[in-house]
């Protein structure tokens, strides 16, 4: 991982992280930059591209709407299907993606989602209909409100982790849900900002008392049977898994002081 400033030489521990060191971490990690880049030279094209504000009021709310549901179904059927794992080929990309992040939540470092699987994702969600909406321009927008879209996400998510209350009723709301999809049964609360399709297809629980307690819930279906049938996600994790908890903090330079300590 590229690091610097902020992000360099340091551990970034969630349960020990302020919002004001989030904050400063977000906004200086690669990947953010990235997206910001990104969605900087979308939005340019869309004005150099410009043809009419209907197809790009169109393109946008499509892009509104079509975010929540594609990560859904990402969420819920890739990250949580029982495939991945299961070759060598895919075995790394999906510890990456999403089993050190429920092995170790407060791990700020393996919350982000990975360049090379999000940014390919959101331009095939978002800019062929938004060309087939209104041509190069609404595409642009399209990709554009994708790019905002997964910002925001991103950071909503950092928050979910951070061991702080929100002062926003909206982001206590979607905290406590996401936590029980963390703690209490995975098979459920897909969502992160928006539970509109946990609802639709009934994997909503607003109480954990609503849902029994997952048995899987930290290693998200690679139990130790599947460890043995499929062992590369084991042996990329030096044969180290959390089952019955989550793992301790980890990090690259191992437990860190907080954040406001220095190194």
Known sequence: MVRWGFWKNRTHNLARMSMGDLIVAFFSYYAVLVYLGFAGASLWLTALW???????????????LVYPLSWYVLHRWVLHG????????????????????HQDPHNLVVLFGALYTTIPTIALVTIPVGYLIGGKSAAALAFAMGILSTLF??????????NTTPKSAFMRQIKKYHLAHHFHNEQ????ITNFLWDRIFRTYYAEPKLRPKSTTVF??????????????VAALSNGTRGDANPRRFRSEQGEAPSPRAGH
Not at 83 to 89: A, C, D, E, H, Q
Not at 188 to 191: L, Q, T, W
Request: charged content about 15%; overall charge neutral.
């Open 219 to 232: 290693n998200i279906g690679y139990t130790d049977e599947m460890a043995q049938r499929y062992p590369w």
């Open 50 to 64: 410009f043809d009419g504000w209907l197809a790009l009021i169109a393109a946008g709310i499509f892009a509104a």
């Open 188 to 191: 459920g609360n897909f969502g």
């Open 153 to 162: 996400y991103e950071f909503c998510h950092c928050v979910q982790h951070l």
């Open 82 to 101: 029982q495939y991945l794992y299961r070759s060598p080929l895919t075995a790394k990309v999906w510890k990456r993606i999403h089993f050190d992040h």
